[in-house]
């Protein structure tokens, strides 16, 4: 309480903030790739308030259903690194396989499935017991690992391989493979389950799914005045809850895509700062934090009314974000 | 129902191996087996018609043709080429190939053929015979032109990842060779940009005598011209090519490298042609005026380096290390790109038929990715494939040309080499 009385004075004293945030705690988590650190960002002044040395080549971070654990990727550590989410204390390793980029938690809150970039595996991991489950061969080079709000289709997208391939998280077998363009590297469900959004970023495409079905309901593409059409690379994205607007993050092209998630137009782009690969909403959706790697600072975006409102320095090529409701 | 769970357990008892049996693969697999479109849609397995052809893997099978050549050894001990040089490129890329591959029921083999050169053309146009429709090769320009007329009227593409020849892409470029290998001009062109954008405009040029030196020189003064360089001044340096080895030698290095540099009008950095890499490694360092050095050694141009890291080039350096036990040369990225090429064409297409996937590869829907951060696709006048190149020291790769400010109508990449206005290539075409 204290806490967020300090954040409305230093806020209005300073007025450095561009509005006034309606408080609502939140926590944002940033791994830095090359510093192999986390930053802790106070989600209400919008400062980085903490810097925690954690593994190697740190990248996919997400916290756990309860938000007790934060769950990094660290991957040149070939290992899942579990930390309290509010002390940030480590709390244990898990067994990830090799390279672990990305993952994502069943929506139940286990198990954790895990992309193993550098051996064409999906890993599937008990965040409890700390034992593997299954290991699921895919395409070259996996990495973006969206999960049906039932919990029963996983999308994993292999880069090199150029494909979404759907698992039944029953029986942890592929079902099918959607071809997609060059170098997939996201895989983010809508969640009312209908969608799932693929992104390539070679490719400079969007590609929309229909999970069932595996039809192609839409492929976006992006065309910004004055940058070349090779640097519009999209790699994040996030659709909000209402199923209304998306995000793309556009990587060299320094972009965050507004999409109008039912028309699939884009309708505004977002000067964000260089390299912005990952994003991630605030629990109340009305801010997006966005990773910037090459610049070194994480973006803030107002979702309403779509401006970017400051960036926060933090360490070098932040690369995964995640924000918790504390 | 008795089989789901049977591969249930298979996957669990698998634990250990990445790679499941074939039998499994097939059997849950039967999906994919059948006619799925572009946008794989899929079709309830038990109901669905299953024909035996549709069962069968489609085959493509690749030749990697290398010429085997007297070439004079290098000056380093280091630089002696391993043996398996593009073969193990070309082993990779059969290996990425295939782990897509197993998902769409594609089968890619390699066929490697190591011959001189009026050898290697009859085996190569034997196989081509036989259906075979691609041939990767590691040769020199006359080889690459051999190979190119005994396969003349076949579908069938030869695919230049050794040499980096002008006139190949020029007056003697062909319906059905493509060049995943760098050009000269390619290569010089990117070395000048870096040199410009930093300001080094004045050249010291100093080049070998063998024709490959002398085609390199040329390439750098185009380079030069191009870009707004100077060649303030030119040498060749000649040399007794004696031996290798022996028990003394810098004695004499740093007398004879240092007079051989004295007396140049001021200049900024000592460019060198030394393709056939006889005295180049020994101009660092030893100049009579303190100079950096580029060209053939020094800053070197290239189309990879096995330190190169960035987009996502650990895993491919990591995958090369585990199948070669050793890094990952130029001439194997170029071999693995060709090969990869052939492989994204197949996926596209759905198809092994060599008309359709060279017809694909040709045309302006086609694109691949090379880890270089961005799409390569081949130049409709000649088939030359666009790439950023690499600068590099031996240790580590430093910057990436096109350089930032260099601009161009259609693709940046195409400030590198021979644009198409200038092109005297005429027998090309998608």
Redesign the interface.
């Given at each position: 309480m204290s806490r967020i009385g300090t954040a409305l004075s230093i806020s209005l004293a300073a007025g450095s903030i561009l509005f006034a945030p309606q408080i609502s705690a939140q926590t944002v988590f940033v791994t830095n790739e090359k510093d192999n650190t986390v930053t802790v960002i106070d989600g209400d002044t919008l400062e980085a308030v903490k810097t925690v040395k954690v593994g190697q080549r740190p990248r996919g971070v997400t916290l756990s259903k309860d938000e007790k654990w934060l769950l990094i990727c660290a991957s040149d550590d070939n290992t899942v690194q579990v930390y309290d989410a509010r002390t940030m204390e480590f709390v244990k390793s898990l067994p990830s396989g090799p390279?672990p980029e990305l993952f994502i938690l069943h929506p139940s809150g286990n198990p954790l499935y895990i992309a193993n970039?550098?051996?064409?595996?999906v890993t599937v991991v008990d965040i409890e017991k700390g034992t593997?489950?299954?290991?699921?061969?895919v395409?070259?080079?996996p990495e973006g690992m969206g999960i049906s709000p039932d919990g029963k289709l996983l999308v994993n997208t292999?880069?090199?391989?150029?494909?979404a391939?759907f698992i039944d998280t029953a029986?942890?077998?592929?079902?099918?493979?959607?071809?997609v363009d060059?170098?997939p590297r996201f895989a983010e469900f809508t969640k009312d389950g209908r969608q799932v959004w693929v992104s390539a970023e070679?490719?400079?495409t969007v590609t929309v799914i229909q999970p069932e079905?595996?039809?192609?309901l839409a492929k976006i593409t992006f065309s910004i005045p004055g940058i070349?059409q090779?640097?519009i690379?999209p790699v994040g994205v996030r659709v909000t809850k209402d199923g209304k607007r998306a995000f793309v993050a556009l990587g060299?092209a320094n972009r965050v895509a507004v999409v109008n998630a039912e028309t699939f137009e884009v309708e505004k782009y977002l000067l964000v700062g260089q390299r912005v690969w990952q994003l991630a909403f605030s629990p109340d959706e009305r801010l997006l934090f966005t990773t910037n790697g090459a610049s070194n600072d994480v973006s803030v975006i107002d979702t309403e009314k779509l401006r970017v409102l400051r960036s926060i320095k933090v360490g070098r090529y932040p690369w995964g974000v995640a924000v918790a409701s504390f | 129902m008795q089989s789901s769970v049977w591969l249930r357990s298979l996957v669990r008892r698998r634990l250990c191996r990445p790679w499941l049996p074939l039998l499994a693969i097939t059997a849950f697999a039967a999906p994919l087996t059948l006619p799925v479109d572009a946008r794989g849609q899929s079709t309830d397995p038990t109901t669905a018609k299953q024909t035996s052809r549709q069962n069968e893997a489609q085959r493509i099978t690749i030749i990697l043709a290398r010429e085997l050549r007297d070439a004079p050894p290098p000056l380093s001990l280091l630089d002696f080429p391993p043996e398996d040089e593009g073969i193990a490129g070309a082993k990779l890329a059969i290996a990425d190939n295939n782990t897509t591959g197993r998902f769409l029921k594609q089968e890619f083999t390699l066929d490697v053929i190591e011959a001189a050169a009026d050898e290697l053309v009859l085996r190569v146009k034997e196989k081509a015979s036989a259906g075979a429709g691609f041939v990767v090769a590691d040769a020199a320009p006359n080889t690459v032109l051999a190979l190119s007329a005994a396969l003349d009227g076949q579908n069938a593409l030869v695919f230049n990842a050794g040499s980096g020849d002008d006139a190949l892409r020029e007056e003697n470029c062909r319906k059905n060779v493509v060049h995943t290998a760098p050009s000269r001009a390619m290569l010089a062109d990117a070395l000048a940009q870096y040199l410009v954008w930093k300001r080094w405009r004045r050249w010291f040029l100093v080049h070998g005598t063998q024709p490959d030196d002398l085609a390199y020189a040329a390439a750098l003064r185009r380079a030069a011209n191009r870009f707004g360089a100077k060649i303030v001044e030119e040498r060749a340096y000649e040399y007794e090519v004696g031996s290798r080895r022996a028990d003394g030698g810098h004695e004499q290095i740093q007398q004879q490298i240092p007079t051989f540099t004295q007396n140049v009008p001021d200049y900024d950095v000592l460019v060198i042609a030394d393709e056939s890499d006889q005295f180049g490694e020994y101009i660092p360092y030893m100049t009579w005026d303190a100079r950096p050095v580029a060209g053939t050694q020094g800053l070197v141009a290239a189309s990879w380096h096995p330190a190169l890291e960035q987009w996502g080039g650990t895993q491919f350096q990591s995958r090369f290390q585990k199948l070669a036990n050793r890094p990952a040369r130029p001439l194997d990225y170029n071999v693995w790109i060709a090969i990869r090429s052939i492989g994204e064409a197949a996926t596209r297409t759905r198809s092994a038929d060599p008309e359709k996937l060279i017809a694909y590869l040709k045309s302006a829907e086609f694109d691949v990715a090379g880890f270089k951060g961005r799409k390569l696709t081949f130049r409709a006048w000649n088939g030359q494939l666009r790439q950023p190149i690499l600068l590099s020291t031996p240790k580590l790769p430093l910057t990436v040309s096109p350089q930032p400010g260099f601009l161009h109508q259609f693709s940046e990449l195409d400030t590198l080499g021979v644009d198409e206005p200038e092109s005297k290539c005429s027998n090309y075409a998608p």
């Open positions: 390279d970039e550098d051996d064409n595996l593997v489950l299954a290991e699921i061969p395409g070259v080079e292999s880069e090199t391989t150029n494909m391939h029986t942890n077998e592929i079902i099918d493979n959607v071809l060059s170098r070679i490719g400079g079905t595996r039809e192609i070349v090779d640097a690379q060299p | -």
